[in-house]
């Protein structure tokens, strides 16, 4: 179904766009008769050396993903049970509806829409030996905080996440705030962003099915090379069904930081629905 999102449904993702752009060591503790001679200053000394620097997080390489998301190289077959995007094999879920989101000629996007919750997918390019994710939470909890909106990071079942009051224009003009769920993982050679908004973003025991769909997502990569967070460019399915809808439009020709495409990751372009 060609669509396009009202503004104020667009602002969330037009701010995470100016968010995103372009080894954690410890010491061994020996329990040796020495640690008792230890004098104040080397306990303290100590406990410097163990607080986490943010800057320490950058170009760690990828976490294991024993519950997923998948490289396509990892699964027996990856297509059975998903819905065919190209860059994206999306788990089917009853009852979802699943909307691709354009820029220009590129598909860049999936929203998988279930009730009153989402969540967009989009997966990039990402270096073979480290992970981006810690650098991208920051940048976009950098982002959102310039707005004045509020975030907050979290360990929960995707791992590190965060959780965002973004500052939203209503349709009546007045301003309020929408809350979101930024997941993310790093993969071989790719990164792999959620953005879980509606009910199962405020209430947490509403998120299961889509946190299932997260982890059952499977990025095909490709062998081409790529610029490290160029999105991956996604299909349409063999058997989608559109139908034209009029509205309003997000504004087009924003430069992305994931790479050269004209597109804020988050705004919602022309949409192509499957109901499954």
């Keep these: 179904m060609f669509r396009r999102r009202h503004k104020s449904e667009d602002a969330v ?56 998301p998948w490289d396509d190289s990892e699964l027996e077959s990856p297509n059975e049970g998903r819905v065919d995007l190209g860059g994206l094999l999306v788990p089917g879920v009853e009852g979802m509806e699943l909307r691709v989101e354009v820029a220009g000629d590129a598909i860049v996007a999936a929203t998988l829409v279930l009730g009153n919750s989402a969540i967009q997918l989009q997966a990039f390019a990402a270096p073979k030996s480290e992970g981006i994710w810690s650098e991208v939470r920051d940048e976009i909890a950098t982002g959102i905080r310039s707005q004045g909106g509020l975030v907050e990071e979290e360990e929960g079942p995707l791992g590190w996440h965060l959780r965002a009051q973004v500052p939203v224009q209503l349709p009546d003009g007045t301003q309020g705030v929408q809350l979101v769920r930024f997941v993310g993982c790093d993969g071989p050679r790719w990164f792999l962003r959620g953005v879980i908004s509606g009910q199962a973003a405020v209430q947490p025991e509403s998120a299961d099915v889509l946190e299932q769909v997260f982890r059952q997502t499977v990025v095909v990569r490709g062998e081409a090379p790529m610029a490290p967070r160029d999105p991956i460019v996604l299909k349409l399915p063999e058997d989608a069904q559109m139908v034209a809808d009029g509205g309003v439009g997000a504004p087009e020709g924003e430069a992305s930081r994931f790479g050269d495409a004209s597109l804020s990751p988050f705004a919602r372009g022309p949409e192509i629905t499957e109901v499954r």
């Design 13 to 68: 993702e037009q701010l995470a766009e100016d968010a995103i752009s372009a080894d954690e060591t410890a010491d061994d503790v020996e329990g040796s008769a020495d640690s008792e001679s230890e004098t104040p200053n080397d306990v303290e000394d100590s406990v410097e050396e163990t607080e986490q620097d943010p800057a320490d997080r950058v170009g760690l390489p990828p976490a294991p993903r024993p519950d997923g």
